[in-house]
């Protein structure tokens, strides 16, 4: 049986408070308010785990789905089980319709409001990463990365977008790998349209960098490391300002 904490191993615990300064910038922020053990939300609302939920026939392979992260997720991190045996098509079909549709219904609004009013759409896909998907990756600088951005090798967003929103990052000093480990996932894919002017980039950051993963709390450092990221959500509200777009970000 799971605790609290391990329940919450896989939860981006914090991450809109990093990134809560967004519409002071003028970008709106939309934050998920489910846990992502309930529901991801990254995840296509198909994306249904035949191991997990009863009545769901097996598809074509799906690496997410096979590991256990399909939309509703079987396992938490280090592929921990969350349920002792499986649960109903119609639990799985509530938590779609309760908090997926809703989210993305209203994520799919604000990117139509921009193109309305801008002609371009920019969404920011944040998220956070445990310590330990990273510990063995080193970039040409011999650094980990502290940010992985993904823009599924330039499948979701034009590279001038996502070349100046590494320069932000550069600029405070944290290290910037891109597509690896982490490309984007359905977010990225199901919006990045960048030849209809719609792009979406997936920012991840190294948990440990502000959080004690083990315990999921803030660092006592917590506040200088949000100061920081208030000042690189500026700069990357300030992308569609100098686009005349609107930046989005999502959590």
């Given amino acids: 049986m799971l605790d609290e904490k391990a329940i919450r191993s896989s939860e981006d615990a914090f991450v809109d408070q990093l990134f809560g300064a967004a519409p ?19 995840r296509a609302a198909e994306e249904l785990d035949p191991a997990l939920v009863e009545g769901v026939g ?10 256990g992260l399909g939309v509703i997720p079987r396992v938490v991190a280090n592929g921990r089980a969350i349920y002792r045996g499986k649960i109903s098509r119609a639990d799985a079909e509530a938590r779609i319709a309760q908090y997926w549709q809703p989210y993305h219904a209203q994520l799919r609004a604000l ?10 759409a920019i969404l920011i896909d944040c998220h956070s990463m445990p310590h330990e998907a990273i510990e063995n990756i080193r970039t040409s600088a011999s650094r980990r ?24 990052f550069d600029a405070a000093g944290l290290h910037v790998a891109r597509n690896a480990p982490f490309a984007g996932a359905y977010i990225a894919q199901a919006y990045g349209r ?9 920012i991840e950051i ?9 315990l999921v709390r803030p660092k006592r450092d917590f506040d200088a490391f949000r100061a920081l990221m208030t000042g690189i959500v500026a700069q990357i509200a300030e992308i569609g300002h100098g686009r005349d777009t609107m930046p989005l970000a999502a959590e």
């Fill in 24 to 42: 002071d910038f003028g970008a709106p922020l939309l934050a998920a308010d489910v846990p992502r053990a309930y529901i991801d939300l990254n």
């Fill in 58 to 67: 097996r598809n074509a392979h799906n690496p997410r789905i096979s590991s």
């Fill in 111 to 120: 990117l139509d409001d921009a193109h309305g009013l801008f002609g371009e």
């Fill in 145 to 168: 990365p502290d940010i992985v951005l993904g823009d599924r090798f330039g499948a979701a967003a034009a590279s001038d977008i996502v070349d100046r929103i590494e320069a932000a």
């Fill in 194 to 202: 960048p030849s209809r002017a719609a792009h979406v980039v997936q």
């Fill in 206 to 214: 190294d948990r440990a960098l502000y959080m004690d993963e083990r």
